[in-house]
Nanobody, 123 residues
Framework: QVQLVESGGGLVQAGGSLRLSCAAS??????LAWFRQAPGTEREFVAI????????YYADSVKGRFTISRDIAKKQVYLQMNSLKPEDTAVYSC??????????????????WGQGTQVTVSS
């Protein structure tokens, strides 16, 4: 089992920044990722970081604005979100995948999920 607890969401004006954190505990895992889901939409991949080497991959919609990073000692992953837009408004969830896979953006490939944290960007 992997337990994931997110924090850092909130309300911010367009153009502002937020930093999300996800604390992981339990068994080892291959990677941690952030997904988001706005009301009435499907869950959307945001970014992933591979735990052993720190390699990253981003959705096109956030590339250049968001940065995912990790702290191995604290077993935490972060999502620094800059230049936020109203369309970034969503519940952001941290997800862990235990094994490597060919795909990175499919939520079905992830084994454990946090409860989510709300991010609201006002225009």
């Amino acid at each position: 089992q992997v337990q994931l607890v997110e924090s850092g969401g909130g309300l911010v004006q367009a153009g502002g920044s937020l930093r999300l954190s996800c604390a992981a505990s339990g068994r080892t895992f291959y990677a941690l990722a952030w997904f988001r889901q706005a009301p009435g939409t499907e869950r959307e991949f945001v970014a992933i970081i591979t735990w052993h080497d720190g390699s990253t991959y981003y959705a096109d919609s956030v590339k250049g604005r968001f940065t995912i990073s990790r702290d191995i000692a604290k077993k935490q992953v972060y999502l620094q979100m800059n230049s936020l837009k109203p369309e970034d408004t969503a519940v952001y969830s941290c997800a862990a995948r235990v094994y490597w896979g060919l795909t990175r953006t499919n939520p079905d490939d992830y084994n454990y999920w946090g409860q989510g944290t709300q991010v609201t960007v006002s225009s």
